[in-house]
């Protein structure tokens, strides 16, 4: 089993807290959503053409990948297209260069439950148009099942129809649960053609909503999703998404690493 943590998770550590926070815990990988102030990958200064060679060789030695680039694209926006294409082809470019085989992009409001409608036949028609960008890189774009998209028969309906082998999905294991009432077995196979990539995270439902917890703390069933993926032959990473960037409340994220690579361990 490998595992990595999204940078989301820690948005005060540098590059060089991140990476050796990641090997003294056992982690294999290192999922990129902004680093310090830096948002978007692309703008990170690790990662210019100047400290590439640099961070590249530091990765290595390391044993360190970064499986996934997320970025906050969202493919369903029409006025936004140009600049979407844009910021998707600068991902695309800069994960070629880390040997980074997924982009993650969202084809919905950027918030977990899904709310509003979309268009699902621009969705399909752009992401085609933003695989054949991908395919050129040699990287692969990933629709999360997100928002609207926790649904995963539905975005399987959409994946069959985009028919592209460069756009596949990224399985947020709490979506599809939260929202949808899911079990882990569906998901999977619903989206197993596809599924090359995963977030983990755990809640309990509250009165008006849920709060995240620490993987195992919560009621979502991630030792099934793990006996899923197992069963159905997955051989990617599992990525702890902590979304401490966005929720200071949540524990530090040197105590929430720690635990995840225990728990892992314990599946």
Not at 26 to 50: C, H, L, N, T, W
Not at 173 to 185: L, S, T
Not at 212 to 223: A, I, Q, R, S
Not at 259 to 267: I, K, P, W
């Amino acid at each position: 089993m490998r595992i990595s943590f999204s940078t989301l998770g820690c948005p005060r550590w540098s590059f060089a807290e991140i990476t050796a926070t990641a090997v003294d815990l056992g982690y294999q990988g290192i999922e990129v959503r902004g680093v310090g102030k830096d948002i978007s990958a692309p703008s990170i200064p690790d990662f210019s053409d100047q400290n590439l060679p640099k961070t590249l060789a530091e990765l290595r030695r390391m044993r360190l990948t970064i499986p996934c680039l997320d970025s906050d694209c969202c493919i369903h926006l029409r006025e936004n297209e140009a600049a979407v294409n844009a910021e998707i082809e600068a991902y695309a470019v800069l994960a070629q260069k880390l040997g980074t085989p997924y982009v993650r992009i969202m084809a919905t409001a950027p918030v977990p439950q899904p709310v509003g409608t979309v268009d699902e036949g621009y969705v399909r028609e752009h992401a085609v148009t933003l695989g054949a960008v991908a395919k050129r890189y040699g990287v692969k774009l990933l629709i999360e099942t997100h928002g609207v998209w926790s649904d995963s028969e539905k975005l399987a309906r959409l994946l069959s129809c985009v028919g592209s082998d460069s756009v596949g999905a990224l399985w947020d294991v709490h979506h599809p649960y939260r929202f949808v009432g899911e079990k882990p077995q569906t998901t999977v196979n619903n989206l197993k053609p596809w599924l090359w990539h995963t977030h983990m995270k755990d809640s309990l439902k509250t009165a008006d909503g849920y709060r995240y917890t620490l993987p195992g703390f919560g009621d979502v069933p991630l030792p099934d999703a793990v006996k899923a993926l197992r069963e159905s032959g997955y051989e990617g990473f599992y990525s702890l998404e902590w979304v401490k960037r966005w929720d200071t409340t949540l524990e530090e994220p040197g105590i929430v690493f720690a635990h995840f690579a225990n728990y892992m361990r314990t599946l």
